[in-house]
């Protein structure tokens, strides 16, 4: 099944992965531009891949979050302990109902600042099941 793109290089092809995709085992990636095939790689399938947006995009450092009354989280603006900080992510897993393919799915997260954290960048990690969000990535605190 074809997988909408979203940027393309050199050495680097980001694509939307089609919800029917398998979510165990093994899936086959076939690229296809201007009449050629590539050979076909196997990759891993997951049931999911949980990652949240970073202010910058890079996928590191500060989270693009909002404290509890709406504003911007950063450095400049921390939350406190016990707000609730609102985060956004994709790669959660299956959803129901499903989304439509080739539309990135976007989940948000809502979690409360426990108390005890040192002043700074907190460090955030999300789950979808067994799942865990890659490390490096932050929201400031308080």
């Not at 108390?115 to 400031?140: E, M, Q």
């Amino acid at each position: 099944m074809a997988a909408p793109l979203l940027f393309v290089a050199r050495r680097q092809l980001d694509a939307v992965v089609p919800f029917a995709t398998k979510t165990s085992g093994y899936a086959e990636l076939k690229v296809q531009a201007f009449g050629y095939t590539s050979e076909p790689i196997l990759l891993a399938a997951a049931a999911a891949s949980p990652a949240l947006f970073t202010a910058d995009r890079s996928g590191r450092g500060q989270l693009a979050a909002l404290n509890q009354n709406g504003s911007l989280n950063s450095p400049a603006n921390p939350a406190s302990a016990g707000d609730v900080v609102t985060v956004y992510g994709t790669g959660f897993g299956v959803t129901t109902p499903s989304s439509q393919d080739g539309v990135i799915d976007v989940s948000q997260v809502n979690f409360k600042v426990p108390d005890g954290l040192s002043l700074g960048a907190a460090a955030v990690v999300v789950s979808a099941g067994v799942f865990a969000s890659p490390p490096g990535v932050t929201v400031a605190v308080k």
